[in-house]
């Protein structure tokens, strides 16, 4: 059976979340051009999208403790659309990324992940996960297709940044949102009708268009770190939660919903009986290749 691995990209290839990095980017390419109006419109869509989150969670109920099943997790986190979507039409409608074309953003994340923004900008890399380029080589190696799926706001930032990591794009399946030029407003991946991806339910169906595409449903592993890969880690043939610690927000929810997930070098050892093998976490991708857990499985 085919086989095909799909990564989350924020906080799960990436180090850290890039949303702040990709909103630089009008300031970056126009330099003296672009001025303080648009900083201070970014900190009005962030602060708008704090409080809308922060509300809507507060009223929320059950709250989080009374949350104890993965379909109750779930039905929270589709309700984060109506939150979700307030800011990203905010995005749009102050046409934060403007007459940038989709070359800007791809050239844009190619430079970020090897320079930074320059001058005091060597903070503002983009940096990867350790052993991510070394992963993607030894995958490709073994037969297995390479995905990602996110909620970031463009794809073609995405494809700059993992580009020379991956060894090229060839082959590499990227299902995310896109802005559309000249008008800067964000649009959801074409195959799946443009909408806006936001949630856990859409990476899930981003998930399953890759895993069904050629017809016959491919063996799928996937990798994420956030409450919005959940439903994608469940319904993967393995999850995999990338997390710096035991104690990090996605393990955490996983457990307090009944799901025990042991280290990948530790407790876990996989099923031998050809059925769903579960998830574990790691730290990295290093960590994941010294555990030999990927090698094993079967495709």
């Known amino acids: 059976m085919a086989g095909i691995i799909i990564l989350d990209f924020d906080g799960t290839i990436t180090t850290a979340d890039t949303i702040n990095t990709l909103a630089s980017l009008p300031t970056s390419h126009h330099p003296g051009e672009v001025t303080e109006g648009h900083e201070k419109l970014w900190e009005e869509i962030v602060e708008g999208y704090v409080a809308d989150h922060a509300e809507h969670t507060k009223n929320y109920v059950p709250e989080a403790k009374g ?10 986190l589709e309700s984060l659309r109506g939150p979700e979507g307030v800011s990203i039409g905010r995005v749009s409608r102050g046409s934060l990324f403007a007459n940038l074309r ?39 190696e ?34 995310a949102n896109g802005i559309r030029y000249p008008e800067g ?4 991946p074409k195959e799946l009708g443009r909408e806006v991806m936001m949630t ?32 994608c880690l469940v319904e993967a043939d393995l999850g995999v939660v990338v997390a710096d610690e035991e104690e990090g927000k996605l393990l955490v929810t996983l457990r307090r919903i009944g799901y025990g997930v042991p280290h990948v070098e530790g407790e876990y050892r996989r099923e031998k009986d050809g059925k769903k ?23």
């Open 102 to 140: 989709e070359e800007d953003f791809r050239v844009f994340g190619q430079r970020i992940v090897e320079n930074g923004r320059g001058g005091e900008g060597e903070e503002e890399r983009v940096v990867l996960r350790r052993g991510f380029k070394e992963f993607v080589g030894r995958c490709r």
């Open 185 to 188: 407003t964000i649009e959801g």
């Open 277 to 299: 093998q579960g998830m574990v976490w790691a730290r990295d991708f290093e960590e994941l290749m010294r555990s030999g857990v990927i090698e094993g499985l079967r495709r």
């Open 200 to 231: 856990a339910g859409d990476k899930l169906r981003g998930m399953e268009l890759l895993s069904k595409e050629g017809g016959e449903r491919k063996w799928v592993v996937y990798f994420g770190d956030s409450t919005t890969d959940l439903a």
């Open 67 to 76: 949350r104890t099943t993965l379909g109750q997790e779930l039905e929270y």
């Open 142 to 175: 073994n037969g297995w297709e390479i995905g990602v799926v996110s909620v970031n706001w463009s794809r073609d930032f995405i494809m700059g940044v993992i580009s020379e990591q991956c060894g090229g794009l060839d082959g590499v399946k990227v299902v």
